[in-house]
């Protein structure tokens, strides 16, 4: 799974300097490597992680950079609240759900159609993934900025990116009418497993870590 | 019509002539013979967000916005540079815009879709308040609610058929088709 490029044409009403830019690239690769070791761990595979990327987009068009719009995907929301905003968001296809709860457990699946038909156990498998993910993902940026980032209980969507995205948007426009999101993609080659780590601050969040990082 | 320089408006059809309206954007079209070139205004992937369509069949004209949160209550009107933002500075917009291109309050129906809640546990309901609100401003300005396919848990995808006033709405589950007037 490839995010698509970005689009033209686009008022920003944030801007950031060639070298914030940088940095905020290194914070992704930071947080998804140490996220990735996590999962390589957990299934105990090779895992294959991108270059992170950096995106400032208006709201409405946060769903257009994901491929495609029509079939159902799951993803996973972390978010922290309190003084810092921000949200650790994972997509993945639903064959890559599927086989990753097939490997790590003993359930096997052979489809799923809404998050409200799993059972208890699978439902919290998926959270646990989640959670592993966002924590890693969290807790190796804490550390670099001596700050105290805990991602709440993930929520889970089954849906086409477009509905899930409307969720992202509204909890981080409501003030600014640009989101930043700083993307890495996973792919493990032995399981078919393909998806996205989005790592979505607010604006305010973004200001304190510049500042922490002394970064002008 | 009138054509007013806006950048939230979508004006053009691609060449099938479907309008897709993004988050905060809105579309408003005659549906009379002289306008043959729009045939659909279209939304994939309505979650939380709203959808709000008013229509005046008496003068053909017909309006639709993608609205994401409720309300601006924080924000000074004149700061809002996005109305379709929020569903009641969007619900006035849509009307004033109207009015200005032939249609008659007193004849504006209107159809509401969407506001599911698309994560289990939500952390916020953010649909559930857009439709209240929508219900609320929509009350407030006598404007009647032909019928609303809101809330749910599935996020829905919409085409309007301008010319055949039809609605339709599709999940993952199921596909409802609707006439409006």
Known sequence: MKLNEGLEGVNNSIKLSPEQLDSLKELGNIGSGNAVVALSEL?????????????????????????????????????????HNLTVLQIFTKESMINMINSISEISIDDIHEIEELDDLTRSIISEIGNILAGHYASSLANLMGIKLIPNVPVLALDSIGAICNSVAANYSELTDSIIIINTNIKIEELSIDGIICFIPSIDTIKIIFDLLKIK | MVYEERIDRIIKPNQNGEIFLPIAHYALVNSSKKYKNYKTISIYGLGSCIAILLTDS????????????PTSENKEASQIKLPHKFVNTSIKDLVDKMIQSGAKLKNLKAVMIGGATIFDNEFNCIGKQNIKIAREVLSSLNIKILFEEVGGKKGRTIIYNIGDDIIQIKTSKDTITKKIN
């Open chain 2, 58 to 69: 008496i003068n053909h004209i017909h309006a639709m916005s993608h609205v994401l949160l």
């Open chain 1, 43 to 83: 299934v105990n595979k090779r895992v294959e992680v991108s270059l992170t990327g950096i995106k400032i987009i208006p709201f409405w068009e946060l769903n257009n950079i994901f491929p495609d719009q029509e079939t159902n995907i799951f993803g996973i929301c972390s978010n922290i609240t309190g003084k």
